[in-house]
């Protein structure tokens, strides 16, 4: 039997990692308590890595978490807005989109010596990241 076709030992870590898996969808709805007491008993026992996967074959890989919108920044942001409407003349919000427009454009134009580099840097290492991160694929043909 080739090395790599052998089952890797399952750690306490895996076992865990499993049966926290199990009860997230236990919580979701999913499984049922039975369900999810014999299968956590046999994730416990399990030896390889292929039992875990065999536990959790038939689930999705994570449960979806359920969140909500952020309402208040959004209520708070929308209060600032009328007050700053009400209050405030309508040339001045004018004259200051403008203002605020033009310095904009100006920073992207003079300061592009400074951040073309810097996201140019920050792509090639986030490439070079990604291509060290990938497991390295070793072809032995060792039999033991």
């Not at 369900?35 to 956590?40: F, G, K, T, V």
């Not at 026992?45 to 890989?61: C, E, F, I, N």
């Not at 929308?78 to 309508?90: F, I, R, S």
């Amino acid at each position: 039997m080739a090395i790599l076709n052998r089952d890797l030992r399952a750690s306490d870590g895996d076992r865990e990692q499993a049966v926290a898996l199990l009860k997230e969808h236990y919580a979701e709805g999913r499984l049922a308590e039975h369900e999810l007491s014999w299968r956590s008993d046999a994730a416990y026992r399990a030896v390889g890595l292929r039992d875990l996967r065999l536990l959790t074959s038939d689930l999705p890989a994570a449960p979806t978490p359920r969140r909500r919108a952020p309402v208040l920044p959004l209520a708070v942001l929308a209060l600032a807005l009328a007050a700053w409407l009400v209050m405030v003349p309508p040339e001045v919000t004018v004259a200051l989109l403008l203002i605020f427009s033009v310095l904009a454009v100006l920073a992207v134009f003079l300061l592009a010596p400074l951040w073309i580099p810097v996201v140019l840097g920050v792509v090639a290492y986030r490439l070079i990241r990604a291509r060290s991160a990938q497991p390295q694929r070793h072809h032995r043909s060792a039999v033991i």
